[in-house]
Every structure is written in C-alpha cells, then in structure tokens.
C-alpha cells in the first residue's frame, strides 16, 4: 500500500501537493510544525486542510528550539518581514537556519515509524533563494534519512523525499492546484501573521500573483 507523509504548513503549495497526494497514494498522512513562527496562525489553516482532505492522521509537532535563534524575521519579533521582493543572489531575511533539515528528520522519524514510504514537501523554484529548497538539498536529506532508517535496515524498503514542484513556478503550482480542486480560501501565506494577510509582504503578493493566474486562465 503506497503512504506519503506530507508537510502540511496551511499555505498554498503544501495544500497543493496534500490534494496531489490523496490523487496518487492510497493513504496519506499530514504533519505540521509549531516552531514559534511570527505566522503561528498558518497552524489553524493547516489543521483545517488536514480534516477537508481526510488524512489518516495530523501530527503537529512542537519544535521548541527555533524560539532560541535570533536573526530571521519569521522567528525573531525584532526583524521585520519586508515589503520588497527577497533578493535573488542570496538568503533572504526569512530564512529559518536548517528549517527543512529539521522538519525532514522530524517526518523521517514518524515515517520510519509508521513504515510510510514517501515523505513529501512542496519546496519549488521561487524557494531557490533559500538553501534548503534546492535539489541537491533534498537529495542530501533523503540520503541522511535511509541511511539512518529503521525501516531501510531492516526491510530494505527507501524512503523517498517527494519534492514534485521542484522545477515549477507558483503559477504551475496553483494551475495544478485548480486542477485538482484544491480550496485555496483556506489556505494561508503571509508572513506577518496577521489576519486578513498584509497583503504587503513577498509572500502575498506571490500568492496574489498566482491566484491571479488561476483567475484569468
């Protein structure tokens, strides 16, 4: 029986590639993570998509350590989340150190746990700035995962990172999200945390874009 475990976060590409999965495994879990987030009310949208899409199960995982770590604007309430685009060449200020590193071990963990075989996560080409959303990324993760696997030493099954929207554009991602009917309007993406969404930040205004894209298709 093909399991995927995907990270939910409640913003539009987690969303998308939860309805992905339900279209091409037969059972699917979400896993969501409470790292004290400026945008902690992502948690609320995320538990919501989790019971519209009937997943077996919603972990939600405290991951106290991030709340430590001064710098980025998601974490630390002294760095603002700016209104211009991130910067092409480098980092932008939003990153969160190891973040996909640290909720890939988390999942890989439940995964080994559960014997579930795919672990997935939406990471896409407009992540690119950040340097754990690129390929050889997810190819290092997976590699660290199975060579630490219960469930690959014993059984000799892999457990694979499936980062499908590697190579795809927000656009891409929300057109196959129409596709699929994925309900957007309870989708969440700003950075700010507030509600309704600043609509300032890079992260509205990418979401707008691609919601925009759907609406004149």
């Known amino acids: 029986m093909r399991k ?12 998308t590639l939860l309805w992905l999965a339900k279209r091409d495994f037969e059972k699917v879990f979400a896993i969501s993570f409470d790292y004290g987030q400026r945008h902690k009310v992502e948690l609320k949208y995320a538990r919501e998509l ?13 991951v106290p350590h991030y709340r430590s770590i001064k710098g980025s604007a998601l974490i630390d309430e002294k760095v603002e989340v700016p209104s211009e685009d991130y910067p092409e060449d480098e980092p932008p200020i939003t990153t969160v150190p190891m973040r996909n590193l640290n909720f890939l071990a988390i999942a890989g963990a439940f995964a080994d746990a559960l014997e579930i075989e795919h672990i997935g996560i939406g ?14 990324f997810i190819t290092s993760a997976e590699s660290a995962i199975n060579a630490g696997s219960v469930l690959t030493a014993k059984k000799k099954v892999r457990i ?6 590697l190579g795809m554009t927000k656009r891409d991602i929300a057109m196959l999200g129409k596709e699929l009917g994925v309900p957007y309007d309870k989708t969440y993406s700003c950075y700010r945390g507030t509600e309704p969404p600043c609509g300032e930040c890079p992260t ?12 004149s298709a």
């Open 160 to 165: 694979h990172v499936w980062a499908p929207f």
């Open 4 to 15: 995927a475990l995907i990270l939910l976060s409640g913003g539009m590409d987690s969303a």
């Open 123 to 136: 990471v896409h080409a407009l992540d690119t700035p950040y340097p754990d959303c690129r390929p050889e």
């Open 204 to 215: 509205c205004r990418q979401r707008e874009e691609a919601l925009e894209a759907i609406r």
């Open 50 to 62: 989790a019971e519209i899409a009937g997943v077996e199960d919603h972990i939600v995982v405290e």
